[in-house]
C-alpha cells in the first residue's frame, strides 16, 4: 500500500455545529495523519475556483454559496491510501446514501450541506493542497 497525501475541508455546517474535533478524531482513528491545518474564510473567488469542475451545474451557485456561509477547515491528511481511506470515512456525497457510521451519514443531513470534502484522487489531491497551502506550511512528521 502506497503512503499518500489528500485535501479535505471541514464545511461551513459542521464548523457551525462545531464539529472540528470530533471529525480530526475520526481522521486520526482511521490512521489518518494531519500534516497542516487552517480556518479560513472562502471568497466568492477562492470558492469558484476550487469547484471550478462544477461551473455551469445547477447547483453551482448554491454550492459557492454555502461554501462562503461561514468558516471552513481545511487540511492536509497523510496515510496508506490517504484518498480512498479519506473517501470511506467520509461516506457518499448525499449523506441519505452515506454508509451507516461515516461522517457523513452521522452528522449531515442534505446533499447540499455535506458536513467534508475529500480529494477524489492523487491528482486532485496534489492540485487541492496546493491551492490552500504553501510547501512551507505542510510539515512533514520527522518522529
Ligand atoms: P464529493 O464532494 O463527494 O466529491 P462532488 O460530486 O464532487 O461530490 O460534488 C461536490 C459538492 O457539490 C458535493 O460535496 C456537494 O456539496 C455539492 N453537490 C453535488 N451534487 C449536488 C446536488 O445534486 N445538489 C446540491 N449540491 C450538490
Known amino acids: 500500500m502506497a ?4 485535501f479535505s475541508i471541514i464545511k461551513p455546517d459542521a ?20 500534516l497542516a491545518s487552517k480556518m479560513i474564510h472562502m471568497s466568492q473567488e477562492q470558492a469558484e475556483g ?13 454550492l459557492v454559496a454555502f461554501m462562503t456561509s461561514g468558516p471552513v477547515m ?9 484518498v480512498l481511506a479519506n473517501r470511506e470515512i467520509m461516506g457518499s456525497t448525499n449523506p441519505a446514501d452515506a454508509a451507516r457510521g461515516t461522517i457523513r451519514a452521522d452528522y449531515a443531513t442534505e446533499v447540499s450541506e455535506n458536513a467534508v470534502h475529500g ?3 492523487t491528482e486532485s489531491a496534489a492540485r487541492e493542497i496546493a491551492y490552500f497551502f504553501t510547501d512551507d506550511e505542510v510539515c512533514p512528521r520527522t518522529r
Do not use: C, M, W
Open 3 to 6: 503512503i499518500q497525501r489528500t
Open 15 to 34: 464548523v457551525a455545529k462545531n464539529l472540528i474535533g470530533a471529525i480530526y478524531s475520526r481522521f486520526e482513528s482511521a490512521g489518518l495523519t494531519i
Open 50 to 62: 476550487f469547484y471550478a469542475e462544477h461551473k455551469g451545474k445547477p447547483f453551482f451557485d448554491g
Open 74 to 82: 481545511v487540511q492536509v491528511l497523510e496515510g496508506e491510501n490517504a
Open 119 to 121: 480529494s477524489d484522487a
